[in-house]
């Protein structure tokens, strides 16, 4: 596997004599490590058997167990540039040699400062992380080391085959040694490594009435592998990008991923592309709030069409996409999805973006979108495009595909508020596709896929969207989730501010809570709170519906908006009744008319 300038990973079987005059022997198997001139071996850990799923995972933040789930383990390596780990086999196989055994290796390493050793040459089989050159390989093992304190881990993976040679007679001083036929590589990062799913569902400190999903229909949204993706692109988009001098640290990075390339237009914006286990992420860097210029690049007034679309975009998030980098970012995006001999077309594309960045994902998402319809990650991010074009054609933007952009948005459950930046009105513009709530005890709220616009929420909290808490209840929000999750809607117990945001059999009481309803001839003391969407004014318990029709449905009387299922009471005083709310293009004369809440024009409008 192709890999920067590192060093490599060599293993080979040899025999090691255990009495006199070589009269009985043994067969080890040798795996050593080494590193290039500027990259030093602080630690190493090994483990080898013939069970994968024995193989140790390490969680974030745990790497303090190493040393308790790998049974070889060096951490006072004396030659900073190279580690033997040596292990008979007689210990691991018991002779048995017909099926595949596994190695895990965790080698530890810090950029630092010396000069490296010739390499080995003499290995059977070796896994490059690529060879130093000749002018890297001047020997020096006196040298200082220099650290940088560049601290560095990655987990490999091998998979070994061994053969028993046949032998011409037998002799007790004949030894067969075990071939290395096979080794093939594979590879996994500590910090993505998978999450030990929950066994059962929690309550969680805000939650007075317990985590329960009782008879609702569960969701096939969010399984095991699509909440790693999020973990990824989370990390990616609210860590990693963000890195101080993330130029530099391009060497270093590609020693964790299996492909991993940055761009910086030298001014405002940054881009990375990385590849995680066949999925390359293309993510985008959000704003610096230290950089006053990258702060006004949100606030920019004007649109730009996205070429090859007829999608508008704000100027802002074009250029923050086309920017210098732009040609060289989209080659390697192209050299990463073709690296995947998968027979599906390549890799698959997730483009990603905290904030400013997650605006400029949905950008490249409709540049792209014919080459690769990719998938898109938001997380708190702004709207972006215009649902129509801005000329008297209204011509609609077509080219992105709705069921494919998620859209994370971020909630406090302490302070009951939403991350308000989704929400903002922003010249017109509009973020379509699913809405997912989310917050760091492990509750994720599917709202749905939005034809027209996301949903305001209300109310928000500036502080909620830092891109500290994001990075932080991202992480946390991977390792709680409870799988399965609700169809859509918290989960009884949570906080809520709206019904819409509970389960469709639950409602969001006065104490803001989602609450189950309640049955006919339960108490209640508003229409929400029962099943049939009906409870007495004078009795005050639930009753069945009138006709089977609710008061509040469409047809049905209305003072106001806030007395209609559908949000929208339209008629003269005394005469209003419920109706549905109008589709993109129907005339209008209050944003409540539309189905987008937005009516432009509005004497004589015309719904977004």
């Given at each position: ?5 590192v060093g490599k990973i060599c293993m080979h079987v040899e025999i090691d004599d255990v009495l006199n005059h070589g009269e009985s022997h043994e067969a080890v198997l040798v795996v050593s490590t080494e590193t290039a001139d500027h990259w030093i071996l602080k630690e190493n850990f090994m ?113 070994l085959n061994f053969m028993l040679p046949e032998t011409s007679a037998p002799s007790s001083k004949t030894f067969s040694i075990p071939e290395l036929t ?427």
């Amino acid at each position: 596997m192709e890999h920067t300038n590192v060093g490599k990973i060599c293993m080979h079987v040899e025999i090691d004599d255990v009495l006199n005059h070589g009269e009985s022997h043994e067969a080890v198997l040798v795996v050593s490590t080494e590193t290039a001139d500027h990259w030093i071996l602080k630690e190493n850990f090994m483990w080898i058997g013939s069970d994968r799923a024995d193989i140790p995972k390490i969680q974030h933040g745990e790497v303090h167990l190493l040393s308790e789930r790998f049974p070889h383990s060096d951490r006072n390596i004396r030659r900073p540039h190279k580690h033997e780990f040596r292990i008979p086999l007689e210990d691991v196989t018991a002779g048995a040699m017909s099926v595949p055994y596994y190695v895990a290796l965790h080698p530890i390493i810090v950029q630092g400062e010396s000069k490296p050793k010739t390499p080995r040459t003499d290995n059977l089989h070796s896994s490059y992380l690529r060879q130093p050159s000749t002018a890297e390989m001047r020997q020096n093992e006196n040298d200082e080391i220099i650290s940088t304190n560049k601290g560095g881990i990655w987990l490999t993976e091998f998979i070994l085959n061994f053969m028993l040679p046949e032998t011409s007679a037998p002799s007790s001083k004949t030894f067969s040694i075990p071939e290395l036929t096979n080794m093939q590589q594979e590879r996994r990062l500590y910090e993505f490594s998978r999450r030990e799913p929950n066994a059962a569902c929690f309550s969680t400190p805000s939650m007075d009435i317990g985590r329960s999903i009782g008879n609702t229909p569960t969701s096939d949204l969010f399984t095991e592998d699509f909440l790693f993706q999020f973990h990824i692109a989370s990390v990616l988009a609210s860590g990693v990008v963000y890195e101080a001098n993330l130029m530099e640290k391009i060497d270093y990075y590609k020693t964790l991923y299996e492909r991993f390339a940055a761009f910086d237009d030298g001014l405002n914006d940054v881009a990375l592309v990385a590849k995680v286990e066949d999925v390359c992420y293309g993510v985008f860097r959000g704003t610096v709030e230290s950089n006053l210029a990258d702060v006004a690049q949100n606030f920019i007034y004007g649109f730009r069409q996205v070429p090859g679309t007829t999608c508008y975009v704000r100027r802002g998030y074009y250029d923050a996409y086309f920017t210098d980098y732009q040609v060289d970012f989209e080659t390697e995006l192209k050299d990463c999805v073709g690296s995947c001999n998968n027979g599906n077309g390549g890799c698959e594309l997730i483009l990603a973006g905290a904030s400013q960045g997650g605006a400029n994902a949905v950008v490249g998402s409709m540049h792209l979108y014919e080459k690769y319809d990719p998938i898109v990650f938001t997380f708190g991010a702004p709207r972006v495009f215009l649902p129509t074009s801005p000329f008297e054609e209204h011509t609609p933007c077509t080219s992105f595909n709705k069921e494919k952009q998620y859209h994370f948005v971020l909630t406090d459950s302490f302070l009951k508020a939403y991350d308000p930046v989704p929400s903002y009105y922003a010249y017109w513009t509009k973020n379509v596709g699913r809405e997912i709530l989310f917050d760091g005890e492990g509750n994720f709220n599917d709202q749905g896929v939005a034809e027209t616009f996301l949903s305001r929420r209300a109310p928000g909290s500036q502080v909620v969207h830092s891109r500290t808490n994001y990075q932080v209840k991202t992480i946390e929000a991977y390792e709680n989730a409870c799988l399965p999750t609700p169809v859509s809607g918290w989960v009884d117990g949570h906080w809520c501010s709206e019904d819409s945001t509970c389960q469709p059999s639950s409602f969001c009481s006065d104490d803001g809570y989602c609450t189950p309803r309640s049955e006919a001839g339960s108490p209640c003391d508003k229409n929400a709170a029962c099943l049939t969407n009906f409870c007495s004014s004078v009795a005050k318990v639930c009753l069945v519906e009138r006709s089977g029709k609710s008061l509040t449905s469409n047809g049905a009387s209305c003072w106001r908006n806030q007395d209609c299922t559908s949000g929208r009471c339209e008629g003269y005083i005394g005469f209003s009744r419920c109706r549905a709310p109008l589709e993109t293009g129907q005339p209008c004369n209050e944003h409540s008319d539309c189905l987008s809440s937005h009516c432009a024009g509005l004497l004589f409008g015309s719904c977004l």
